[in-house]
């Protein structure tokens, strides 16, 4: 399954916007070694499940957490290893604002709009900027 969606996604081009996530973490590791370029995350509910080292272990860039599961020090620890954070699924603002002034890379949320509408207004100095 991992060779054809790598496949569909290179013939369309979206590469550069894909970003491969699954609770399936032997399909990451495979997306990875099949190709090395790939943006990869790992989906886990609970971060102390998923440690850097586990995270490296995979060949991924990144962890998509749950939002709840996360802190400013769990994320600190990931920047400091190179590990992108992008917690899942975060749509209510004022836990939006909280992420982003932790320097979260991304979040994932059922409104985008919203989300990108709330940080435009109040965060224009944070590091984290919708994707």
Known sequence: MEEKVIRMIHDYHLSARTIYSSFNHKSIL???KIDS???TAVLC???RACSWKYIRSLQ??????HYRSVNR???????RHGIKVRPYTVNHIPIIKQLASWNVD????????RAK???T?????SAFRPL
């Open 37 to 39: 370029g790939a943006a």
């Open 60 to 65: 991924a860039s990144g962890i998509h957490p």
């Open 30 to 32: 495979k997306i990875s």
């Open 45 to 47: 509910k609970k971060v």
């Open 73 to 79: 020090r769990i994320i600190e620890t990931m920047h």
């Open 117 to 119: 509408k709330c940080l």
């Open 106 to 113: 991304a979040i994932i949320t059922d409104d985008a709009r």
């Open 121 to 125: 207004k109040t965060e224009k100095n």
